[in-house]
């Protein structure tokens, strides 16, 4: 193919590649599954834990189901055969729960090895994956190693699937830490099998059929209360020279005075003629501690990876969560305090009012259902103006309705479809004045729009100038919602925007224009699907300052569905992203293209690409908040949040003369339009870095706008007159250029297609 093959112009219904996006959908899914699941199991592991100690009273429920030869025998019950086991006579064995603890069980460990005893430790198993190599350490210095579940949970108050779950957990967490499999267990909260009831004892059966031998105790030395060292002492000293199974903790708070209390005891019990041994070793047990099968070995390493992960991943989460609070607090302050000034800025005068008439461009395609009202209430204004309305190719009967009317001043230009951008450089081209109102075609101006709209161009250095937009169909929750958010959203940061020179959008529905500014940049360009935005950004780079006057008002017709509402954004959030991509080398130039560059941009990634991408994650961590954390906190939280917004709706309304009936909707918005509008910009920056193409999608239009009342009916009687608004129009024209259509200036004859992205033009 030849490379001086000219480009095809794009039109709103090209065949511009389009490559649908699949992979990315089920990517997020899966970043969503996985982060879910990720949390889940940290909820499980963190928030299930009971933290209650194991010797705590507790109430005692009916114990008819417990068989008497069980609640008389020993401490260690095999459940299957119903037969239970004694240590040997002054046989100790040395137990300690709810570890292991990276401070107390070290030392623990080393008061045991240098009295030469081997104990058993009952290990949780959230403890165990946390600290895996002191598990490893109790296998490899001899000691023996059983299951104290894996949340520390109560068994007997438990469900049976949660039974399972927790000595299966422990079991695998154990394998994976130690590389062997144990067949001990201590349920947390049990004491002596004297004090089983039925709740315990289902509990009991339940682990025996799992393969599992319960160990009781028959001596709790009470370390728990922490009463001191020789109160432990005493407590741990049996009466008699019957064997027994010492209760003690090496996990649970501070263990200082049971780590004291063991330096005098195992000298004083062992000079008393008592031995020390394992569980396993006192009744005798035939191997209750075994190698792990290779697949239990690499499970419970998984299991132990997925928890650091998670751990990993909800401590990054919490930063995040922070950092974003943070921002989101500031980036309301600077925008309240930044709309303070800016309506006591606007309070002065731009310079000596602007009169000179204004050409006024109307890109239609396809607008039959609302360009007469556009049209209308443009001729309604009380400033002097030319419409031009340029036909793109419709198919409706746009072109022909606007002949129709026959109205004065108002100008049809045809041209086939080539998509707004043409479209809007043929208006430019074709228009008298040196001042230029661009609107789209679902949009009814203020009879007073216009006149505010030119005022700011009395200052040589504005080039183009923003309105302000408003919802006309802000009827249902989906009209009220984005009433909301043009007010609140849109137009508290036009403030902040202008007050800090880098304004990165005028919207395409009301923005006026110096022509002078718009042949310097070559037009607009038709390389992103937001024009406006690609055409503003090109604007300051190039030197020119561009405002916001809130006082131009227009009503603008907004999606009224779901679908529709997500392809109009969708649009614009991709087109945004071509805009700040092109116009990225901003961020390192100087003067007003900087201040675009390292203010306007940056606030745009900040505040529109990178928050958004965290939306799912706040929402997943609200629902992990209400299940595993506090609900009241989080639920005060999100209160803060949305009188927070409300505080700010209120104000912005205020600014903007609006009521603020509509606000009520606010906290549903939340459920509803907060999740498409984020979900629209994980789309689109999905679809930038797969580098597909996404076509121009027209809006459907809805037939909302209603031609302003006063507006001079042109087509009865008075038809032909002149409006009184015209007259001077058309004699600034006349005068200017006569009845000779106004050539294509030869910027416009070949627009440079990286007209935007060059270097800035001079100062103004």
Known sequence: MSKNRRRKPRGRHSSVRNVPLRTHWLLLSTLVLTLSAALLLQGYSR????????????????????????????????????????????????????????????????????????????????QVAAHPDLARRIVTEGHQIGLHTFTHTDLGAAPAWRRSLELRESQLAVAGATGVTTALLRPPYSAGSDALDDADWSAVVQA???????????????????????????????VGTGGQVLLMHDSGGDRSQTVAALEQLI???????FRFATVGEAVSLSDPVRPAAAVEHWQGAALIMALRA??????GISWLLWAAGAISLLRAVAVFVAARRHVRLRRKPWGKTVTEPVSVIVPAYNESAGIEAAVRSLLASDHPVEVIVVDDGSTDGTADIVEALRLPGVRVVRQQNAGKPAALNTGIAAASCNLLVMVDGDTVFEPDAVRMIVQPFANRRVGAVSGNAKVVNRGGLLGRWQHIEYVVGFNLDRRLFDLAECMPTVPGAVGAFRREALLRVGGVSDTTLAEDTDLTMALCRDGWRVVYEERAKA??????????????????????????????????????????????LLYLLMFQVLLPLLAPVVDIFAVYGLVFLDPLRILGLWTAFLLLQALMGLYAFRLDKERPGPLWSLPFQQFVYRQLMYLVVIQSVFTAVAGSRLRWQRMERYGSLRVPAGTPDLTGPAAGTVPPGLELAQSWVEAAHGDVPVPLPSAFRSVPRDAGARTPGRSI
């Open 47 to 126: 928030h299930m834990f009971d933290r209650r100690a194991d010797g705590v009273p507790r109430a005692q429920g009916p114990a008819a189901a417990v068989p008497a030869q069980i609640a008389s025998g020993g401490p260690v019950i095999d459940a299957v055969a119903t037969r239970s086991a004694r240590p040997a006579e002054r046989t100790i064995a040395l137990t300690f729960d709810d570890g292991p603890d990276p401070v107390w069980t070290p030392k623990i460990l080393d008061v045991l090895r240098r009295n030469d005893v081997h104990a058993t430790f009952f290990t949780v198993g959230t």
């Open 208 to 238: 025996g059929q799992e393969g599992y031998l319960t160990v009781l105790t028959t001596l709790d030395s009470e370390d728990w209360r922490r009463p001191g060292v020789a109160r432990i002492v005493a407590g741990s000293t049996p």
């Open 267 to 273: 000298p004083q019990l062992k000079a008393s003629g």
């Open 310 to 315: 998670s751990n990993g991943i909800l401590d």
């Open 555 to 600: 009503w603008t017709e907004a999606p009224a569905s779901l679908g529709a509402l997500w392809k109009q954004r969708y649009r614009w959030c991709y087109g945004t992203l071509q805009a700040m991509w092109k116009h990225r080398g901003a961020l390192t130039q100087r003067g007003q293209a900087g201040k675009l560059g390292r203010r306007g």
